[in-house]
């Protein structure tokens, strides 16, 4: 597609129950990103996708949240047992495949508009 | 990863230029200076990045200090369409890492 695309835009739900949020990249880019932000923070590292394996997932809290990207395009990041503190906008971007231009820096990570989650 | 110090807020006015400061004095040789920001609502987008050299493109130009320890983002002439969280970021082009944000720079222009 022409960016990245998160469903859903908005979710509400109780605290306690399960969720779901899905990413889905720009077509052909092999590394996916997940982000969440609380009001007046900037973007906090969850994971961090190459291909379907995650290559670094020391962001993520606890083991209430676990993604998947088993084709190595959409993603998805399931929170079990959601809380309170659990409410944020949650971020996704991707960026094209890591060494096309490896001597230029210009990694550059393309943003989704971001699911906000309201855990009541 | 290195860290970063920037400024909570800014103000600017329409038409005139802004610079932003960003301050790294622990950058490593391979770390790269990248800009994001971020409109009201909307995820965070690329401006510009550098290793060693100033660089300019249509958003913006980045100015860096010769010793790298500080950078200044600059935007020629700011609109109110520029008005976002800016973020400057260290990024080690070797590792292959996500982007660490800070919590950046509330620009706010007026007209």
């Known amino acids: 597609g022409a960016g990245v695309s998160q469903t859903p835009s908005n979710k509400v739900t109780e605290k306690g129950k399960y969720v779901e949020l899905r990413c889905d990249p720009i077509?052909?880019?092999?590394?996916l990103y997940w982000y969440r932000q609380s009001l007046g923070q900037g973007p906090e590292f969850l994971i961090y996708f190459q291909g379907t394996g995650a290559a670094d997932d020391s962001g993520l809290p606890n083991d209430r949240f676990f993604a998947v990207r088993p084709e190595g395009s959409v993603s998805t990041l399931k929170i079990q047992r959601t809380e309170r503190g659990d409410s944020a906008v949650y971020l996704c971007a991707s960026s094209s495949p890591r060494g096309a231009n490896p001597l230029s820096g210009a990694n550059v990570l393309t943003f989704g508009a971001g699911s906000r989650l309201t855990v009541l | 990863d290195a860290k970063t110090t920037q400024p909570n807020s800014m103000e600017s006015n329409e038409e005139e230029p802004v610079h932003l400061p960003c301050n790294h004095s622990t950058i490593s040789g391979t770390d790269y200076i990248h800009w994001y920001r971020q409109l009201p609502s909307q995820g965070p987008e690329y401006v510009i990045h550098?290793?060693?050299s100033n660089v300019n493109n249509r958003m913006a130009s980045l100015a860096i200090a010769e010793d790298r320890k500080s950078s200044t983002l600059i935007l020629h002439r700011a609109t109110l369409r520029d008005a976002a969280v800016y973020y400057c970021i260290l990024r080690d082009n070797q590792a292959g890492t996500a982007l660490i944000f800070g919590k950046g720079t509330t620009l706010s222009v007026s007209s």
């Open positions: 077509s052909g880019h092999t590394a």
């Open positions: 550098g290793l060693t």
